[in-house]
């Protein structure tokens, strides 16, 4: 298993700010709300001062965490002209967006497929599925409308928080195992997989599994995901195949 930890590239096809990011603006101050809680304040200060939040806004992205993909792909290359694409945890769909960019999708080159539990609404060039990935006839649903093999399974997919860390740890571990194993199903020789995961000691398994499956593993932090937030991306590439 190789992983690689180097910095990010100074540019970015996504942002224009330092490493790759938006540029920053002037700061906003919120005022309390007569009936506003002090962290519902401190969220929308956050959102208000978040220059990936207002470049989201101007570019036309879903969400903030379209620039996350984005410099994953600018640093690993996963998302290929014409590729086949599964987005599983998609909603809003600011990940799908850049997905369809990169793989051509809006020109018929490529194929992204969508799938979340909330409604999406609709991305030129992308296919949704509103579905439960963790309901046990999803699996079967997705392959169908794949209507064949994936060149990536991409995976943002996380349980709402509960506040305990461990538990939130061992829950969207559990969902990037439940993601691999549908991916194991449908990826192409030479495929690539993209999980999110938390910091911590409980991903040996699944770590393990793509030892065995990859010719690489990385894990990435990318300069969008907040600093005080335990995410990470597993960057899994190469494909070996279904191994007995």
């Not at 208000?48 to 993909?69: H, I, M, Q, T």
């Amino acid at each position: 298993m190789t992983s690689r930890k180097g910095s990010w590239p100074s540019g970015s096809r996504t942002g224009t700010g330092p490493k790759g990011g938006p540029p920053r603006g002037t700061a906003v101050r919120v005022k309390t709300a007569g009936r506003r809680k002090a962290s519902s304040t401190q969220w929308l200060q956050r959102q208000l001062n978040d220059p990936y939040v207002r470049e989201a806004k101007r570019l036309g992205y879903r969400s903030r965490a379209a620039f996350k993909l984005a410099a994953l792909d600018d640093r690993f290359h996963v998302l290929k002209p014409g590729a086949r694409v599964v987005d599983l945890g998609a909603a809003p769909g600011g990940w799908t967006q850049i997905a369809v960019e990169r793989t051509g999708g809006v020109n018929g080159k490529g194929f992204v497929l969508g799938v979340d539990v909330l409604e999406i609404s609709p991305i030129a060039g992308a296919t949704l599925l509103r579905a439960d990935f963790t309901a046990p006839e999803t699996p079967a649903r997705i392959k169908a409308a794949l209507g064949g093999l994936a060149d990536v399974v991409l995976s943002d997919m996380a349980a709402p928080a509960t506040g305990h860390a461990q538990t939130d740890h061992l829950k969207i571990i559990a969902l990037a195992e439940a993601a691999y194993d549908f991916a194991a199903e449908v990826l192409k020789p030479g495929g690539v997989f993209v999980c999110k995961v938390y910091q911590g000691g409980a991903e040996g398994e699944l770590l393990q599994r793509l030892k065995r499956d990859f010719a690489s593993i990385r894990h990435a932090k990318p300069p969008a995901s907040r600093s005080e937030s335990a995410e990470v991306y597993l960057v899994a590439q190469g494909f070996r195949g279904h191994i007995a």
